[in-house]
């Protein structure tokens, strides 16, 4: 759901399982802009990839004649080889959480609730099953501490568009299609499908 146009609206990108120095370049030029305007980038990968890390565009004299180049991860997250899903369920368990204690504090609500009311099904069962998640298993299985997944969903929250990005790193193993499902969940929560900035970006 999410075209290169996006990316010059979007206020938080999230990455998952895709090293994008390797498998699309291009990206990282559109990463460089965002990361320059102040975008939080929160990445979830095994590996450091460098691409992630920091940048400098070939393309770019200033780049390639300065010292320094640009960062372009804001959190950087080693997740445990297939732990994606469980630290997904973490960033989600924080964000509902955080909705609950709203909602008897008589605060602002967390999740987009006329969003979840008009565009998804489901909402209840998916928050109870969240709910039920013990955060010592989602910290041995995601490989992340709390304090990490937690941070993740804080730059989530204050996000208004944000994106999810995956590569084969979440398809090419026996639990991808759950956990693009939980990417999908994550931007469902606060409503980042179908509006500029937002969504889903294979």
Known sequence: TVTLDDFAETDGIFFFGQNVGTSSPRMLHDLQDASRRGVPIVTFNPLRERGLVEFDNPQNPV??????ATRISSQYHQVKT?????????ICKALIAADDAAQRSGAARILDVAFINRHTQGFEEFAAAVRSKDWYDLERRSGLTRNAME???AVYRSA????????????QHRHG???????????LLRGNIGKPGAGILP
């Open 63 to 68: 780049d390639m004649l300065t010292p320094g």
């Open 82 to 90: 297939g732990g994606d899903t469980a630290a997904l369920f973490g």
């Open 151 to 153: 941070a993740a969903a």
């Open 160 to 171: 208004t568009a944000a994106m999810g990005v995956y590569g084969m790193g979440l398809t």
């Open 177 to 187: 299609v759950e956990t693009v499902q939980m990417i999908v969940n994550l931007l």
